[in-house]
């Protein structure tokens, strides 16, 4: 028997991309972005990382102290964010 999966509210894909659009020129300086994959109904936020940021050793750390910090505060709704590959 599966359980109910609670629906992702409608502007929360609005209020993510936003908060990514702030952040998007700071990656972009560094020859970068980031692309929002999907938002799962366990409020997980699956993005792809772009450029040099793909490949950058330091990923890691500006995922999660740089990206995941501001949705956070943003959307607290969130419960993390993950890094995926392109399908």
Request: aromatic share 0%; proline share 0%; no cysteine.
């Given at each position: 028997m599966s359980e109910a999966k609670t629906p992702v509210p409608a502007d929360l894909?609005?209020?993510?991309?936003?908060t990514l659009d702030q952040l998007r020129p700071y990656l972009m300086a560094d020859g970068g972005s980031v692309r929002l994959r999907?938002?799962?109904?366990?409020?997980?936020?699956?993005?792809?990382l772009l450029g040099a940021c793909g490949t950058c050793p330091m990923s890691?750390?500006?995922?999660?102290?740089?990206i995941e910090q501001a949705l956070r505060r943003s959307v607290p709704e969130i419960s993390r964010v993950e890094a995926v590959s392109a399908p």
């Open positions: 894909h609005d209020r993510v991309e936003a999907d938002i799962t109904a366990d409020m997980v936020v699956e993005l792809e890691t750390m500006t995922l999660r102290a740089g």
